[in-house]
């Protein structure tokens, strides 16, 4: 008990309950975190690729674009942006 000061990083227990310690999570915890963070990473990409196809689909066929397109364009560009469209709300609705 004479004036010695614990050693760095330690702490002493004041009276008032066990000593909460942080633990390692479990391997299988940080693989399964990883692949959540990346299949949300995943996700975003997926998403934001969605809503630029659906942008430069809406500028091709309402842009004055669509003169310069075949029908074969025409029609698939319509569907991409209808489907888009349609994901897009269905997903705003659950």
Do not use: H
Request: glycine fraction near 12%.
């Amino acid at each position: 008990m004479g004036g010695r000061a614990p050693p760095a990083g330690s702490r002493r227990n004041s009276g008032l309950g066990p000593e909460k310690q942080q633990q390692e999570p479990w391997p299988e915890e940080m693989s399964l975190n990883e692949l959540a963070m990346i299949l949300a990473y995943l996700q975003k990409g997926v998403i934001g690729m969605g809503y630029l196809a659906l942008t430069w689909s809406t500028v091709v066929l309402l842009g004055g674009f669509v003169t310069a397109l075949g029908k074969k364009d025409f029609w698939c560009l319509t569907a991409i942006s209808m489907i888009r469209a349609a994901w897009g709300c269905l997903r705003e609705l659950s």
